[in-house]
């Protein structure tokens, strides 16, 4: 297990190395004048050439790359300071270090992805594992048919309707908020409860299919027919021997929902209002503010492969023979 992780972890560093690369290039080598943003409108040419100067323009295109992905392992200095490791530049927009203004924006996109998460693992494998173990009764068409009924809802349909239901029209529950987790945890679940069942909702529906199909397969194997041929019963078979196999086409889609996961909450978090990284995104592209648009993709990109590795040692821990392949 110890040399697949290791293996893992080194094809991540390549990864990123690589779209850090392709991030750079698209970006600060594109025709479109870089300083010129960074300068902003009614720019003098003084201006512009001092802007230039600091930011190393005027060096050749290489060394500027060589600048850009050193400062993410060892810091870089700019006109207004120094920028601790990891360094992914200055915005230029509010004149902020980006890896600061990401970290103060970060708790809450992990807050609500993996609450989200969470939520339609549990509620979505359960349910599907439920239908399958109790297949053909009012249980399997219930929550079949709810599949079927929650999959065709999107983000920012559904948050309107529950926001004007449960906050503006009965008043049961507050606008959505963020409060720090280790400040209030009771306030951290009640503030972002609302926003995590509504972007889980969408996966659930699909989780909850793809584990009542998964469990199903599972049953009809031929170690499992003759475990209960034995005459071992229902039950015992299905925890001893079909779950744990049913979960490996699971965690295979779960690692390529990921993205999509994240796309989920830049969604989520326009629909109700919240300061996460996915709305700084959409600040940075608004104000043509590249330095904080590189930054997100990378530290984007980050997040998708350390979830993506963990997915993979939970799938290699399910199916030891992902660890020799």
Same mark, same amino acid.
């Given at each position: 297990?110890? %040399? $697949?992780?290791? +293996?893992?972890?080194?094809?991540?560093?390549?990864?990123?190395?690589? *779209?850090?690369?392709?991030?750079?290039?698209?970006?600060?080598?594109?025709?479109?004048?870089?300083?010129?943003?960074?300068?902003?409108?009614?720019?003098?040419?003084?201006?512009?050439?001092?802007?230039?100067?600091?930011? &190393? !323009?005027?060096?050749?295109?290489?060394? %500027?790359?060589? #600048?850009?992905?050193?400062?993410?392992?060892?810091?870089?200095? $700019?006109?207004?300071?120094?920028?601790?490791?990891?360094?992914?530049?200055?915005?230029?927009?509010?004149?902020?270090?980006?890896?600061?203004?990401?970290?103060?924006?970060?708790?809450? /996109?992990?807050?609500? /992805?993996?609450?989200? @998460?969470?939520?339609?693992?549990?509620?979505?494998? &359960?349910?599907? @594992?439920?239908?399958?173990?109790?297949?053909?009764?009012?249980?399997?068409?219930?929550?079949?048919?709810?599949?079927?009924?929650?999959?065709?809802?999107?983000?920012? $349909?559904? &948050?309107? *309707?529950?926001?004007?239901?449960?906050?503006?029209?009965?008043?049961?529950? #507050?606008? =959505?908020?963020?409060?720090?987790?280790?400040?209030?945890?009771?306030?951290?679940?009640?503030?972002?409860? *609302? =926003?995590?069942?509504?972007?889980?909702?969408?996966?659930?529906?699909?989780?909850? +299919?793809?584990?009542?199909?998964?469990?199903? #397969?599972?049953?009809?194997?031929?170690?499992?027919?003759?475990?209960?041929?034995?005459? @071992?019963?229902?039950?015992?078979?299905?925890?001893?021997?079909?779950?744990?196999?049913?979960?490996?086409?699971?965690?295979?889609?779960?690692?390529?929902?990921?993205?999509?996961? !994240?796309?989920?909450?830049?969604?989520?978090?326009?629909?109700?209002?919240?300061?996460?990284?996915?709305?700084?995104?959409?600040?940075?592209?608004?104000?043509?503010?590249?330095?904080? /648009?590189?930054?997100? @993709?990378?530290?984007?990109?980050?997040?998708?492969? !350390?979830?993506?590795?963990?997915?993979?040692?939970?799938?290699?821990?399910?199916?030891?023979?992902?660890?020799?392949?």
């Amino acid at each position: 297990m110890l %040399q $697949f992780i290791i +293996r893992r972890l080194a094809g991540a560093v390549v990864t990123l190395f690589l *779209i850090g690369a392709v991030t750079f290039f698209l970006f600060v080598a594109a025709p479109s004048d870089y300083a010129s943003l960074a300068c902003g409108r009614d720019c003098s040419p003084e201006r512009l050439d001092a802007i230039r100067h600091a930011l &190393g !323009l005027n060096e050749p295109i290489f060394k %500027q790359f060589w #600048e850009f992905m050193s400062g993410i392992v060892v810091g870089r200095d $700019f006109p207004d300071g120094h920028c601790a490791a990891p360094c992914l530049g200055q915005s230029f927009y509010s004149g902020d270090f980006v890896w600061d203004t990401i970290m103060d924006r970060f708790p809450l /996109t992990l807050s609500l /992805t993996v609450g989200a @998460m969470t939520v339609f693992l549990i509620v979505g494998i &359960g349910a599907g @594992m439920l239908a399958a173990y109790r297949r053909g009764s009012l249980v399997d068409k219930i929550a079949t048919g709810s599949s079927m009924v929650l999959s065709s809802f999107q983000i920012y $349909f559904l &948050g309107p *309707i529950v926001l004007t239901i449960l906050v503006y029209s009965t008043g049961w529950m #507050e606008d =959505p908020k963020y409060v720090p987790f280790t400040q209030d945890p009771v306030g951290w679940l009640v503030g972002l409860s *609302i =926003p995590m069942v509504v972007m889980a909702t969408i996966f659930t529906a699909q989780y909850t +299919r793809m584990a009542r199909a998964s469990m199903i #397969e599972q049953l009809a194997e031929e170690h499992v027919r003759t475990a209960r041929a034995k005459g @071992m019963s229902k039950k015992f078979v299905f925890f001893r021997y079909a779950w744990r196999g049913s979960l490996i086409p699971i965690v295979t889609v779960l690692g390529i929902d990921i993205s999509a996961l !994240l796309g989920g909450g830049v969604v989520t978090e326009l629909t109700f209002s919240l300061q996460g990284i996915g709305r700084l995104a959409v600040d940075g592209a608004i104000n043509k503010d590249l330095p904080l /648009t590189m930054g997100v @993709m990378l530290f984007g990109a980050f997040f998708i492969l !350390l979830l993506n590795i963990l997915v993979d040692i939970v799938y290699a821990w399910i199916d030891p023979r992902v660890r020799l392949s």
